[in-house]
T-cell receptor, first 114, second 114 residues
Framework: AQKITQTQPGMFVQEKEAVTLDCTYD???????LFWYKQPSSGEMIFLIY??????QNATEGRYSLNFQKARKSANLVISASQLGDSAMYFC???????????FGTGTSLTVIP | DSGVTQTPKHLITATGQRVTLRCSPR?????VYWYQQSLDQGLQFLIQ???????AKGNILERFSAQQFPDLHSELNLSSLELGDSALYFC?????????????FGQGTRLTVV
């Protein structure tokens, strides 16, 4: 089974609107971390936000927030007030508590429309 | 700037050749990860080192090898190169292993095999 599933290959959002990028995960480890990365067309991978499996509150970092629904095993990224510079690929990733590697989803391509 | 340095940024080489990709992790980070990103395969985990020792191995071909040196920098060696090895190779580093630590990525080395 896939560890990370991102079902939206491409998304469009109007500038200044909010957008939600979906991510579901699969693990039996009670301790894990969930991460979102942004990859603009220039290629670098930029860390955006982190959510721990034991965290009681949803993570927020500026305009990014993570909608963490543990029972559903989902960790959706919400970007508020979208900007043209948000156009990029977005990857969801997970690392298990006793694991080493980061498992990545296939990514969602976000395009912000002026 | 993530603090992770990868050199070179671009590399063009012929089939059958051997190349070495270099990675300097963030100051204080003991873990180094190598990932391969190609258009049809997404982000594939290759290998992880922690404080000089191999910690985890992913989908790394036998033609590929890596090591982490005492100063914690790492090198990924790719030999007998094939056209299909053309990809973006990322190095990432993190402070420790385990689920609760984010990884920071370098800008990647874009390898083109002709």
């Amino acid at each position: 089974a896939q560890k990370i599933t991102q079902t939206q290959p491409g998304m469009f959002v109007q500038e200044k609107e909010a957008v939600t990028l979906d991510c579901t995960y699969d693990t039996s480890d009670p301790s894990y971390g969930l991460f979102w990365y942004k990859q603009p067309s220039s290629g670098e991978m930029i860390f955006l936000i982190y959510q721990g499996s034991y965290d009681q509150q949803n993570a927020t970092e500026g305009r990014y927030s993570l909608n963490f629904q543990k029972a559903r095993k989902s960790a959706n990224l919400v970007i508020s007030a979208s900007q043209l510079g948000d156009s990029a690929m977005y990857f969801c990733a997970m690392r298990e508590g006793r694991g080493n590697q980061f498992y990545f989803g296939t990514g969602t391509s976000l395009t912000v429309i002026p | 700037d993530s603090g992770v340095t990868q050199t070179p940024k671009h590399l063009i080489t012929a089939t059958g050749q051997r190349v070495t990709l270099r990675c300097s992790p963030r100051s204080g980070d003991l873990s180094v990860y190598w990932y391969q990103q190609s258009l049809d395969q997404g982000l594939q985990f290759l290998i992880q080192y922690y404080n000089g020792e191999e910690r985890a191995k992913g989908n790394i071909l036998e033609r590929f090898s890596a090591q982490q040196f005492p100063d914690l920098h790492s090198e990924l060696n790719l030999s007998s190169l094939e056209l299909g090895d053309s990809a973006l190779y990322f190095c990432a580093s993190s402070r420790e292993t385990g689920g609760r630590t984010e990884a920071f990525f370098g800008q990647g080395t874009r390898l083109t095999v002709v």
